[in-house]
């Protein structure tokens, strides 16, 4: 059964520094592609990041510079390391698994809380 567990959420004041782990099982990690996305309250769920299985990232225009993405096949891991993190980052962030851009398996979300 593929399985995708996040850690790493927190409270964060203005400016400070959280970074997401998404951890993978039951599949073969190296074969997806792999994002994450965050829901804010009253918002659509958004595409924030992206580490395909060809090795191409992306990160959208509101976070570049501040958040990156990585990932370790041999660990089955994915991470988001979010700096300078502002009050709109504020939202719950989801790990997904999926291939040719299509996400499909998602984990439980963790709450990211960004106080001014």
Not at 84 to 105: F, H, I, Q
């Amino acid at each position: 059964q593929v399985q995708l567990v996040e850690s790493g959420g927190g409270l964060v004041q203005a400016g400070g520094s959280l970074r997401l782990s998404c951890i993978g099982s039951g599949w073969f990690f190296s074969d997806y592609d792999m994002a994450w996305y965050r829901q804010a309250p009253g918002k659509e769920r958004e595409l924030v990041a992206s580490f395909t299985s060809g090795n191409n990232t992306y990160v959208i225009e509101s976070v570049k510079g501040r958040f990156t993405i990585s990932r370790d096949n041999a660990k089955s891991t994915v991470n988001l390391q979010m700096d300078s993190l502002k009050p709109e980052d504020t939202a719950v962030y989801y790990c997904a698994a999926g291939r040719w851009g299509m996400y499909n398996t998602w984990g439980q979300g963790t709450q990211v809380t960004v106080s001014s």
